[in-house]
């Protein structure tokens, strides 16, 4: 159990050094974590109105600030490149992010083409019903896509460092209100970076 606590803040601490200097991403990422714990909460009660909120709101606001506003030159602070971090790191780096979005932003296309996704959901006759049907397959997106990566890391390093991961996937909402509440008074500082994310 120790080693596993020990791994999940080891994952959790490269995350923040390495992927975090960027204010605006860490209020994005603010922003992302309050809107999945919406996203949590309507699980239990409408899944696919979950993934949307998780897909449309989360993600997004997560993964703009990861590609639009953190710098991808040399890390200074950490005294590491970029395509050093991108190597090793652990869940989805920004190669692999770019699948990921593709592949999300494309699967309402296959509703398109079979409208009853092969006999697993009812045919939409509204744009509300469709909307329900493309939750429901981000749902499954978003799954797909974490159990996908437990199964490489698996077979890359250790089971345990996937389900690691996955736990520090599922739990980051709560870590990173905790870490970046105070980002955007920061920005309202005039405070574009972390003078500091390498510190613990």
């Known amino acids: 159990m120790n080693n596993f606590i020990q791994t999940l803040e080891e994952q959790r601490w490269d995350d923040h050094r390495y992927y975090h200097h960027s204010r605006i991403n860490q209020s994005l990422h603010l922003l ?9 909460a309507l699980l239990f009660k409408d899944p696919a109105l979950a993934a949307l909120v998780a897909w449309l709101v989360s993600m997004v606001s997560r993964q703009a600030g990861h590609f639009f506003f953190e710098p991808k030159g040399y890390d200074h602070i950490n005294q590491a490149t970029h395509e050093h971090k991108e190597a090793i790191k652990v869940g ?3 190669q692999r992010k770019v699948v990921l979005m593709a592949i999300w932003a494309a699967s309402p296309l296959l509703l398109v083409w ?3 996704l092969f006999g697993l959901f009812e045919p ?7 909307a329900r049907n493309v939750g429901w397959m981000w749902l499954w997106v978003g799954v797909g896509g974490l159990l996908f990566r437990v199964a490489q890391l ?3 390093q250790s089971l345990m460092t996937g389900v690691v991961w996955a736990t520090k996937i599922l739990t980051d909402p709560f870590h990173d ?5 105070r980002a ?3 920005l309202l500082r005039g405070e ?3 003078p500091g994310p390498h510190q613990r």
């Open 114 to 116: 079979q409208p009853d």
């Open 184 to 186: 955007p008074l920061h």
């Open 192 to 194: 574009w970076m972390d």
């Open 32 to 40: 992302s974590a309050m809107s999945f714990l919406v996203a949590y």
């Open 124 to 130: 939409h006759s509204t744009w509300q019903a469709l």
């Open 154 to 156: 698996w077979m890359q």
């Open 177 to 181: 209100i905790k870490l970046y509440h």
């Open 92 to 94: 989805y780096n920004l």
